[in-house]
């Protein structure tokens, strides 16, 4: 079996780990968002695929859902004390990571070069792949004006009001190398439960990766990020109705619908396995809140089980 996940952070992070927890992690590939990268103090910051690395090299701070475990932030003090922005956090370990990043990139790697690097040498047996290697950045627009992912989301903590989203950049981009063969070849293509709208929506953004999943041989199954009407976490109600999406599984399933088999949706949102029908998608029910690895674990053993 090969499996194909398209993923954005926390909630990726955490099913993820599960899904390498029960079949092999080198069946399994990963195509990340980079719509939220940012460029912090002129370091290149992919938050989304260093959440999912991290993850998966067993680093991640599983308390915060970002970052490496147990890290220091002396160099974020020290950038304060000389004036500089700190609203983005960043760890003195993680810094590290970003210093590679950026450094590599300089001297003309791509940015699946530098991921790929990066998950081998901290042990990550699953590919993971960034969706482009050419810049595709989410914007937010609100009554202020346009802001970066990060501006909105850390800096201003998703508090504005969301009047658009936008994805820069990715009329131009093409998908990162790997990327369509990874849909094309997978036995299955699962939706982590993430962020529709900011996480997978810049995935989808890149031209030629619908129209790959519209074709693929393989199942494709999404975990709903949201449950209820609202989401585990995150801003991802908000984004989804400033979209016209409701909130809920269903707003979900609309949104993947054209190329969409199957939704796991939780099991006290039973409510909506009707109107699922009606949108062509076949909805099943689970547990889907990963509160712990076992959870994780457990919900990737019913995906699977669903698959074969
Ligand atoms: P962001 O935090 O909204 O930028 O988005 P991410 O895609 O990085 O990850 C957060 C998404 O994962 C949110 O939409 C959450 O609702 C979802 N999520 C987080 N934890 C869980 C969980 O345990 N179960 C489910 N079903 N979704 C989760």
Redesign the pocket.
């Known amino acids: 079996m090969r499996v194909t996940a398209l993923?954005?952070?926390?909630?990726?992070?955490?099913?993820l780990r599960g899904l390498t927890a029960v079949i092999a992690p080198e069946q399994v590939t990963v195509i990340g968002?980079t719509g939220?990268d940012a460029l912090i103090w002129g370091l290149h910051v992919s938050?989304?695929l260093d959440?999912v690395i991290y993850a998966l090299a067993g680093l991640l701070d599983e308390s915060k859902?970002w970052g490496i475990r147990g890290d220091s932030f002396r160099c974020l003090a020290a950038m304060a004390t000389l004036g500089r922005e700190t609203w983005f956090n960043l760890g003195d370990r993680d810094l590290a990571t970003h210093l590679f990043r950026t450094e590599r990139l300089r001297t003309g790697e791509s940015l699946s070069q530098v991921t790929d690097a990066l998950r081998r040498t901290l042990g990550v047996g699953s590919r993971i792949l960034p969706a482009s290697d050419a810049p595709v950045s989410t914007r937010i627009l609100t009554p202020e004006g346009w802001l970066g992912?990060q501006e909105f989301?850390v800096r201003e903590k998703a508090r504005p009001e969301v009047l658009d989203v936008a994805y820069a950049g990715a009329d131009l981009a093409h998908p990162a190398p790997g990327v369509l063969e990874a849909i094309e070849m997978a036995t299955a293509i699962l939706v982590?439960?993430?962020?529709?709208i900011?996480?997978?929506g810049p995935i989808l953004a890149v031209p030629g990766i619908v129209d790959a999943l519209g074709a693929a041989r393989g199942e494709i199954l999404a975990?709903?990020?949201?449950?209820g009407d609202?989401?585990?976490?995150?801003?991802?109600?908000k984004?989804m109705a400033a979209r016209g999406l409701s909130v809920s599984a269903t707003g979900v399933a609309r949104f993947y619908r054209p190329w969409l088999d199957t939704l796991v949706l939780?099991r006290r949102d039973e409510a909506l396995l009707s109107s699922l029908q009606e949108l062509g998608v076949t909805p099943v029910l689970a547990d889907?809140?990963?509160?712990d690895r076992e959870?994780?674990e457990a919900?990737a053993r019913r995906v699977l089980e669903l698959l074969t």
């Open positions: 993923a954005g952070g926390t909630g990726a992070a955490k099913f968002n939220d938050p989304d959440t859902g992912f989301f982590c439960p993430s962020n529709p900011t996480s997978i975990i709903s990020p949201i449950v609202a989401p585990v976490s995150g801003p991802a109600g984004l939780d889907t809140l990963m509160t959870k994780a919900l």
